[in-house]
């Protein structure tokens, strides 16, 4: 199932969710619909997870909501310029990346895709992305004009940094180039697609998966958390995607303005002053990282000469002083 919002189901949760009885008569009237439209739109939110009564002279009663992070629940707490203008939500799908790219072809940007179920989430160099219904795994459509398509960098960045933002509470930190760490564990990851023609970025798909209710289990190596895992308290889906779309679009209207950002990132960033593993498309090297530049490369110190690293691996080995 594929909800496309704004739509009827926007304006029939935001009648009803306060909880009081709304007659279908009501609803019709002020929607200006039919009542089977009404009837519809309500069926189609009891299989979303929503509890409706349907009382015979009352009308229609909202009894219980799930915790996903559904369009109306995640518009009501939105305050964004751009970002979330149409939200497409699916049930499940095989990746909110997949869609987004097809979709940023045709679609204005600040398109919103957000999966309840991802069967084959993708990571970054090709890797694999496991996520459950309780996490968030979603995918924006941007634009960005007049900007060089060297600073598709700064993307991963600007998104580890929205989710940073976001958990403002929390010991986050960001690990170059697209890792969001939670004391020291990988709780969200960044993808960073886009297409270029004529050296003109064309559209970003900026891709944002957060272990959010979920239990991690280590995989592979990574050193892998959520946010249910280290404050044992579930989080509302919808009000923790708003928070994050709400800092991304801030964000993403300084654009032109990197040096901001930057700043911003480099509070955050925890591989600055490491001694670190960079593990390249076709090389490795370690090195002390020293710095990031204005396009969001990291910089590293090899042996006293400065290396710029572009694309690939990190590993943090150590502080050094
Ligand atoms: C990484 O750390 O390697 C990046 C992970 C990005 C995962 C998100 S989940 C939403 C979007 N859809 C995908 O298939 N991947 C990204």
Do not use: C
């Amino acid at each position: 199932m594929k909800i496309s919002s704004p739509s009827i189901l926007d304006s029939i949760w935001f009648k009803l969710r306060k909880g009081d009885y709304v007659s279908g008569e009501d609803l019709a009237r002020e929607l200006d619909v039919s009542k089977v439209a009404i009837w519809k739109a309500i069926r189609k939110l009891e299989k979303l997870g929503y509890k409706v009564e349907k009382a015979r002279r009352l009308g229609y009663r909202l009894l219980y909501q799930p915790n996903l992070p559904h369009p109306w629940r995640i518009r009501e707490r939105l305050g964004t310029k751009l970002i979330g203008r149409r939200f497409i939500y699916y049930k499940e799908l095989d990746s909110t990346q997949r869609v987004a790219k097809e979709l940023a072809e045709v679609e204005k940007e600040g398109l919103v895709i957000i999966a309840e179920k991802q069967r084959r989430g993708r990571g970054r160099l090709g890797r694999i992305w496991l996520s459950s219904v309780d996490d968030l795994k979603m995918s924006i459509v941007l634009k960005p004009s007049n900007l060089h398509p060297v600073k598709l960098g700064l993307f991963s960045l600007i998104g580890g940094l929205a989710v940073a933002k976001a958990l403002k509470n929390l010991d986050v930190k960001l690990k170059w180039p697209n890792d969001v760490l939670l004391n020291g564990r990988k709780v969200a990851g960044i993808l960073v697609e886009g297409k270029v023609e004529a050296d003109k970025i064309s559209y970003v798909v900026l891709g944002i998966g957060i272990n959010v209710n979920s239990k991690k289990r280590n995989l592979r190596g990574i050193n892998a958390t959520s946010i249910y895992d280290v404050l044992n308290e579930k989080q509302d889906l919808a009000e923790l995607t708003a928070k994050v779309l709400n800092e991304l679009d801030l964000l993403y209207m300084k654009i032109g303005d990197e040096a901001r950002i930057l700043r911003e990132v480099k509070e955050r960033l925890g591989t600055i002053g490491k001694l670190v593993k960079v593990i390249g498309l076709d090389e490795e090297f370690k090195g002390k990282a020293i710095d990031i530049d204005e396009n969001g490369f990291l910089l590293v110190d090899v042996n006293g000469s400065v290396r710029k690293v572009l694309a690939g691996d990190v590993i943090h080995l150590k502080e050094t002083a």
